[in-house]
């Protein structure tokens, strides 16, 4: 019987203590204050807009262009960018343009030029650019066909 009794004893004390526990884990986490779910962020800052790339000396090269937003909660609504033009004849679409060509088209012999048409691939930091475009090149030295052994005449029968 006083083995029951110190039983007894045990489980009463060890189911106090778990009570005990319990109750100051639930008191420690009420005191926490609950994290408000982070929320996103709804912006009503606007994309930014790019204006094209200026070289810094000379026509190409390296340059900056200005970025610009809108909205009323921005933290910034300006800065400038580093870009670089490139020094061929590409520049005249502005670096941001990029172009699928067709094939060169044959000399024309009143002007000496072969021209191509692009049509607008992509356009880079939302640049204005032009959908089509035609570029020119001189044909290069027009050579005439160098005959090839002995000319022979025919006669027509």
Partial sequence: MQQQHQQRRMFTAALLALV???????TTEAGKKEKPEKKAKKS???????SVCVP???DCGLGTREGTRTGAECKQTTKTQKCKI????KKQFG????YQFQ??????????????TGNLKRALHNADCQKTVTISKPCGKL???????????????
Avoid: Y
Avoid at 20 to 26: D, P, Q, R, T
Avoid at 44 to 50: H, K, S, V
Avoid at 95 to 98: N, Q
């Fill in 95 to 98: 670096a941001e343009c990029k």
């Fill in 143 to 157: 050579t005439k066909p160098k005959p090839q052994g002995k000319f022979h005449l025919l006669k027509a029968a």
């Fill in 56 to 58: 810094t000396s000379g």
């Fill in 44 to 50: 009503d800052c606007g994309e930014w807009q790019w």
């Fill in 103 to 116: 094939a060169w088209g044959e000399c024309d012999l009143n002007t000496a030029l072969k021209t191509r």
């Fill in 20 to 26: 005990f526990i319990l109750a100051a884990v639930s």
């Fill in 86 to 89: 490139p020094c061929n004849w």
